[in-house]
């Protein structure tokens, strides 16, 4: 598809008022996003688990102005207060889309979310806000162009989500979503997510991700300033090189249930993600001594017990342990006795592969 097909035609149906919601999940990458071009577009394909239980819910009330206006009109609520400093973003994304959603100046929006995470968790709420605000867009868009079908809910949901975060365009469906074009995988885009069009062995249909809460400050570098860094970076095109070659290496591991590979795989991703960080200029760390002892501590635990469990990281210092679902009870009881003690305040989240956003019916 191209960007011209997500412009809606002629036809449009006359709606009034209305709510809808939209519950939408984060989505942690195994092969990493890190680079990015014009208009959001991905200097390299990746690929991630859509979570369960760290998501977003969005309700869009909207209401058609009696006079359409030259800007946007609306308001943000978070957890139920009208938050302004959210607005910018929002105003940037709502800049962003128009031209694929030419009624959004006719309408007048409130806009309410939430989190099931804490805000102040390290968790970037980005892919899960702005995907099921995406999503809540495309319900209003389904109202004034009947007859949508799916895939095309899905597909535009999903390019409009990645004009507001890259990742978010990964947190549609689940349990695994491949952005950007990969001349191996058919029907990827860079414009949009979608599904993991292969089957996956049972074992990552609820692999469990259990996060380590080691900072729960605010992000030290936007992700945008990161992917910025890429540009001129010395190792720039071998690293998006490596990352389509690690997609297709992943592909067969992810039939199969290879664990070893998928270790090999997923730990050297979140492992090169912060080599780039640290050889960019400027250069940054962000990893945190804690984050070390814990990576440390998941070796000698694999090495000791055999149990497949890895660890990936996103753009902070915060653990991801990735792990079967038959292994649960082990990798808990190794995360009390051996890494609460290097997570803030022992905080951390379990979570697992999920299916992907929902609407939620407002009766
Ligand atoms: O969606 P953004 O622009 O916040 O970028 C996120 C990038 C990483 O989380 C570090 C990697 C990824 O692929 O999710």
Redesign the pocket.
Do not use: C, E, P
């Given at each position: 598809m191209t960007q011209q097909e997500f412009i809606p035609g002629q036809g449009m149906e006359n709606i009034e008022s209305g709510d809808v919601t939209w519950q939408s999940p984060s989505?942690?990458?195994l092969?990493?996003?890190?680079g990015?071009k014009e208009n959001?577009i991905p200097a390299n394909p990746?690929i991630?688990f859509t979570l369960d239980h760290c998501k977003s819910t969005t309700t869009l009330k909207f209401s058609k102005k009696t006079k359409a206006s030259e800007d946007f009109d609306f308001s943000f609520y978070f957890k139920g207060s009208k938050k302004e400093d959210f607005k910018p973003k929002i105003q940037k994304f709502l800049e962003r889309i128009e031209a694929y959603c030419p009624y959004l100046k006719d309408y007048e929006f409130e806009i309410h979310s939430e989190n099931s995470f804490p805000h102040s968790s390290g968790i970037?709420s980005?892919?899960s806000g702005?995907s099921a605000l995406a999503l809540c867009i495309m319900d209003l868009e389904r109202k004034l162009y009947p007859g949508m079908e799916e895939g095309f809910f899905n597909r535009k949901a999903s390019f409009l989500a990645r004009l507001g975060?890259?990742?978010?365009?990964?947190s549609i469906e689940g349990p695994l979503v491949v952005?950007g074009e990969h001349t191996e995988i058919k029907e990827t885009s860079d414009l949009y997510g979608v599904r993991l069009p292969y089957q996956i062995h049972e074992i990552f249909k609820d692999y469990r991700d259990t996060i380590l809460l080691v900072d729960k400050g605010e992000k030290k570098v936007?992700?945008?300033v990161?992917?910025n860094l890429m540009h001129g970076h010395p190792f720039a095109e071998k690293r998006f090189e490596q990352a389509s070659r690690n997609l297709e290496r992943l592909i067969p591991v992810l039939r199969s249930g290879n664990l070893e590979e998928f270790v090999r795989i997923v730990e050297s991703e979140a492992l090169t993600?912060h080599a780039m960080m640290m050889s960019s200029e400027p250069y940054f760390i962000l990893m945190k001594p804690n984050t070390l002892e814990i990576i440390n501590k998941i070796w000698a635990y694999r090495e000791l017990t055999g149990i497949p469990v890895c660890f990936t990281?996103?753009?902070?210092a915060n653990v991801h342990l990735l792990y079967p679902a038959a292994d649960e009870t082990k990798v808990l009881e190794f995360i009390k006795n051996e890494l609460v003690a290097y997570c803030e305040n022992g905080h951390y989240i379990c979570d697992l592969v999920g299916s992907g956003a929902k609407k939620i019916d407002n009766g």
């Open positions: 989505n942690i990458a092969v990493k996003y890190w990015k959001q990746s991630s970037a980005s892919a702005m975060s890259g990742s978010a365009s990964r952005w936007s992700s945008s990161g992917h993600l990281l996103d753009a902070g």
